[in-house]
């Protein structure tokens, strides 16, 4: 997409935008784990503030990032382990981190087309949007049985861990109520995804490819998406992971601004 728009190829930017430093990999894989043990001394010790911060941050942390490393592969990891990682780390969110791929590299291939389920909400209005995230989960399973790839296998086997823990949090409620609540706050993150990653980024009636995702910008923006603001980029360059999107955006701007494409800028 990226020559096609008239952008640099990857190598003209710097294939060191591809490299992740060893010992920030294995910290960004580390933390969901460490958040989800977290939530439990945290909230059975009446720290409620402190206990919530963990699942908001893994949800943060996960869908949109590490997982979506996992996804796309980017962080040079053996195959068994990214793929086992993958779904581990979309499990501790009660999702199937392979059905989340099969759509996902769907959407990259067919956005703004109407078979494109990740992209769907960026058709609808903010409150339609909003109620796709209710069901997104369990269309994102039936993609992934419609279309049979290579995920088939993984994203079923998931979808049956992902019943038997809730399950067993369910079990637990007689000796403690915290799985079930931890449970209940993971699946209810998982409710903005829609939201989030397709009616807000995307915008399909955009007269050519590269404005049918927006772009943004500002410190403001920044901080409020933990820097995941950069979603024309990741469209752009998707074997980019997440760590180095900022310095990808860098590169990218005085072409942006010599195609005329103006950023949306939150405040400052």
Not at 153 to 171: I, P
Not at 208 to 222: D, H, K
């Amino acid at each position: 997409m990226s020559t096609e728009a008239g952008l640099p190829t990857l190598d003209d930017l710097g294939r060191d935008l591809l490299n992740v430093a060893g010992w920030r990999r294995a910290w960004s894989l580390a933390m969901p784990f460490v958040l989800t043990a977290a939530f439990f001394p945290l909230a059975g010790s009446g720290y409620y503030l402190a206990a919530l911060a963990c699942p908001v941050a893994l949800s943060f942390l996960t869908y949109g990032s590490i997982s979506h490393d996992l996804v796309h592969r980017t962080l040079r990891l053996p195959h068994w382990l990214n793929e086992l990682l993958l779904a581990a780390i979309e499990l501790l969110a009660f999702r199937c981190g392979h059905a989340y791929r099969s759509v996902h590299l769907h959407h990259h291939a067919r956005f703004p087309a109407r078979d494109d389920l990740e992209g769907a909400a960026a058709h609808m209005s903010f409150w339609r949007a909003a109620a796709e995230g209710f069901v997104l989960q369990p269309r994102l399973l039936l993609f992934a049985l419609r279309h049979r790839n290579t995920d088939l296998r993984w994203a079923l086997t998931e979808a049956s861990l992902v019943t038997l823990l809730f399950g067993a949090c369910v079990a637990a409620t007689p000796w403690t109520w915290l799985p079930l609540a931890y449970a209940g706050l993971m699946i209810a993150g998982s409710w903005v995804i829609p939201v989030v990653t397709s009616y807000i980024p995307h915008d399909p009636k955009g007269a050519t490819e590269i404005q049918q995702t927006r772009l943004f910008r500002g410190r403001v923006a920044s901080w409020l998406a933990f820097e995941h603001l950069y979603h024309l980029e990741h469209h752009l360059y998707p074997g980019v992971p997440h760590h180095n999107w900022p310095a990808l955006a860098r590169r990218l701007d005085p072409h942006f601004q010599r195609l005329g494409l103006a950023p949306i800028v939150w405040l400052f």
